[in-house]
């Protein structure tokens, strides 16, 4: 509210004697004991503490020294420094109450508008702070459904069963780490948060594992590169014994075998290389395929 919490104080001390005229004709008629004077001396004293608290931030004590003045001498604006306190300690519904009880026995109240806006702000204040006292008691849960069936879930590092975790669980305030395990399925982490007060529900829903599997090309080129080049260094090496072993010397039979030795040495060489080059080729063209 934007109204001065010691306006009303001193608007309190001013209307003082005016109720005190008030109360004099009413103790006159009543025949009080107590004189008038008295009391306006104890209110004020009273208002003046509770003034002095106020200010010290001693809200209790300010309250309850208002509530002795309005004892004394009852004073409308005494109401309002009390629901300004009592504002100020948090306690909004009763401020609302003090609130209401200035502008019931203040006549014509100038500030009567003002005042009842600040007692719808005040009764929202409330309900707030209710609503978080509320979910304060309550404290913080969660709960994790897993999609289809049975499923190890790791709450926190702490691993249990999905079962267990169906139903709502008693957790602390913050962040949670929440991983779900499944053979056959990919691993399934989520960060969750719960602030005070709530309760958070996880619904998981694992993917299948994806397999591969890398199928090769039959190596058909380079097999039959291969073999023939085996054989052609076998047959070199047959025409290579053979022409060692021939009794005469330079004769065309001798020459003629070392030819051919050397011939199909050469061609075992390139048959080889290429079966090298089918290799990596035939390799090179192999499939990956995914199984789940």
């Not at 502008?103 to 702070?129: G, M, S």
Request: charged share 25%; aromatic share 6%; with cysteine.
């Amino acid at each position: 509210m934007t109204r001065p919490a010691a306006l009303a104080l001193v608007l309190a001390l001013a209307a003082l004697p005016a109720a005190a005229r008030a109360q004099t004709a009413a103790q006159t008629t009543a025949q009080s004991d107590a004189p008038a004077g008295s009391r306006v001396d104890e209110a004020q004293r009273h208002i003046a503490e509770g003034l002095q608290r106020f200010r010290q931030r001693d809200y209790s004590a300010a309250i309850q020294e208002f509530e002795l003045a309005n004892a004394a001498v009852p004073t409308p604006e005494l109401w309002f420094n009390i629901a300004r306190a009592r504002e100020m300690l948090l306690d909004y519904r009763g401020a609302v109450d003090d609130l209401r009880r200035y502008l019931r026995d203040k006549v014509d109240p100038p500030d009567r508008a003002e005042v009842e806006r600040h007692i719808v702000e005040l009764e929202r204040l409330d309900e707030i702070r209710r609503a978080a006292q509320s979910r304060q008691a309550v404290g913080q849960t969660m709960r994790v459904e897993v999609e289809g069936g049975a499923a190890t879930v790791v709450l926190d590092g702490r691993a249990q069963s999905a079962a267990a975790l169906a139903t709502p669980v008693a957790t602390g305030e913050g962040s949670h780490r929440v991983e779900v395990l499944r053979p056959g399925m990919q691993p399934w982490v989520a960060q969750v948060r719960v602030r005070a007060g709530e309760s958070a529900a996880v619904f998981s829903n694992p993917a299948a594992s994806t397999v591969y599997r890398t199928r090769p090309a039959p190596h058909v080129a380079s097999a039959i590169l291969g073999g023939l080049g085996v054989v052609a260094f076998g047959v070199s090496a047959y025409f290579g014994v053979r022409a060692a072993t021939e009794d005469c010397n330079a004769c065309d039979a001798r020459w003629n075998a070392a030819d051919r030795s050397d011939l199909l040495l050469g061609t075992g060489a390139l048959l080889a290389v290429g079966a090298a080059v089918a290799f990596f080729v035939e390799r090179a063209s192999s499939t990956t395929v995914t199984q789940r």
